[in-house]
């Protein structure tokens, strides 16, 4: 367990232990799922990861928003929620893309309307975006999938692609296949829609095994290789829209 998870495992053992209905089963959850977020940091440009410490309260604040997700008592989870705040907000002002985009994930305190909310939570995924989230990249990229803005949807796809991130490389090589947002290319597209497949998003193994299937997209028909990718999907791992 590396020391950001172990230091909220151990905080909040010691302060909700009293009343553990709801999460007593968290720790374990935490051990199995923590493993995909360190994954993706260890994706992360290594510049941006030089001061571990940083890293760790990071990986600490994610562990308090997840137990706070699964917590139904509302007081609990709004304690969890501040403990991540803490740890996040003063690392956002220093220009931390993964506290910034961290923030961007917490609920907010109820001080703002619906419409001033929508436009606080923009500027904020723009900011975490700019600074190099890959999170922020996609989710802003999937916001601005829309005619008037596609070509800088394709751009933030292309980023997110290219720093590894699967479901991006699906949509980065749906763009390039159409040429949408982008100039066309069909080989470049179809490689990176097999590199998401690789790495177990569901909608590539879908359109790699229909590819073989039918022989469609420059693929042979091969029923062998069709079935096989269709097997991925049971996964347990598998990477979902």
């Known amino acids: 367990m590396d020391r950001g998870t172990d230091a909220a495992c151990r905080r909040i053992n010691s302060e909700l232990e009293h009343n553990s209905g709801d999460i007593r089963d968290l720790t374990s959850y935490w051990h199995e799922s923590h493993y995909h977020w360190i994954s993706a940091l260890s994706a992360i440009d290594e510049v941006a990861?030089?001061?571990?410490?940083?890293?760790?309260?990071?990986?600490?604040?994610?562990?308090?928003?997840?137990?706070?997700?699964?917590?139904?008592?509302?007081e609990r989870m709004a304690q969890l929620i501040g403990w991540a705040r803490q740890i996040a907000a003063p690392l956002a002002e220093v220009g931390h893309a993964e506290a910034?985009?961290?923030?961007?994930?917490?609920?907010?305190?109820?001080?703002?309307?619906?419409?001033?909310?929508?436009?606080?939570?923009?500027?904020?995924?723009?900011?975490?975006?700019?600074?190099?989230?890959?999170?922020?990249q996609f989710r802003l990229a999937c916001e601005l999938d829309q005619p008037e803005t596609r070509e800088r949807s394709a751009d933030l796809f292309k980023q997110a692609a290219q720093a590894g991130y699967p479901y991006a490389m699906w949509c980065h090589g749906l763009d390039l296949l159409a040429g949408n947002g982008l100039a066309k290319n069909e080989l470049a597209g179809l490689d990176y829609i097999r590199r998401a497949g690789e790495l177990k998003f569901e909608g590539a193994i879908h359109f790699i095994s229909a590819a073989y299937g039918s022989?469609?997209?420059?693929?042979?028909?091969?029923?062998?290789?069709?079935?096989l990718w269709w097997k991925r999907l049971a996964d347990t791992d598998l990477i979902r829209y």
Request: contains cysteine.
């Open 49 to 74: 990861l030089t001061n571990r410490e940083v890293a760790a309260r990071i990986a600490e604040a994610n562990m308090y928003v997840k137990a706070a997700f699964h917590s139904s008592d509302n």
């Open 100 to 136: 910034m985009w961290l923030l961007c994930t917490l609920p907010g305190d109820g001080s703002l309307t619906n419409k001033e909310f929508d436009v606080a939570y923009r500027a904020q995924v723009e900011a975490a975006a700019a600074a190099g989230s890959i999170e922020a």
């Open 215 to 227: 022989g469609s997209h420059g693929f042979p028909i091969d029923k062998e290789q069709a079935a």
